[in-house]
């Protein structure tokens, strides 16, 4: 049975990790392309040492991904490519705005490190990882 919210109904947990997946492919090879434009081996960038300012770049990579998208499309790029929306767990307001979003995206992208914040999603009843419960939101299909 699908659960609703604010008279829409709560984007699956299969749903959800392929939007995240299929993202996560297309930002990486994008990244992987401008990588071998300026330089960089396939095998120095997986033999590459983890440093503490890639958690940085990760909240600024996800400031700049929220900032763009969630004024374009409620939400990340996955959620468009998979027709899904984030929206206010509170009103069930369009979750549109630029700095919102990018709160999201940045605590999305930091507490990815921790692993727990992101399968928080398996146990929890509205579909909602931590960085959800954290800005009150959910994702739902449009």
Same mark, same amino acid.
């Given at each position: ?20 997946? =299929?993202? +996560? /492919? %297309?930002? *990486?090879?994008? &990244? #992987? ?6 330089? !960089? ?18 909240? =600024?990579? +996800? /400031? %700049?991904? *929220?900032?763009? &998208? #969630? ?6 790029? !996955? ?64």
């Amino acid at each position: 049975m699908n659960k609703e919210a604010h008279g829409y109904i709560i984007g699956s947990k299969g749903k959800r990790l392929i939007a995240t997946l =299929v993202e +996560g /492919i %297309i930002f *990486g090879t994008l &990244f #992987y392309v401008s990588y071998r434009i300026f330089g !960089g081996s396939f095998k120095e960038l997986i033999e590459k040492d983890f440093e503490a300012i890639e958690i940085v770049y990760s909240a =600024v990579y +996800g /400031i %700049i991904i *929220g900032g763009v &998208f #969630y004024p374009l499309f409620t939400g990340n790029l !996955g959620h468009k490519i998979f027709n899904l929306k984030v929206i206010s767990a509170e009103t069930g307001e369009d979750f549109n705005k630029a700095e919102n979003g990018a709160i999201r995206e940045c605590l999305k992208s930091v507490l990815s490190y921790l692993i727990i914040p992101i399968i928080w999603i398996l146990w929890d009843e509205n579909n909602q990882n931590l960085y959800d419960k954290l800005t009150k939101t959910l994702v739902v299909y449009k």
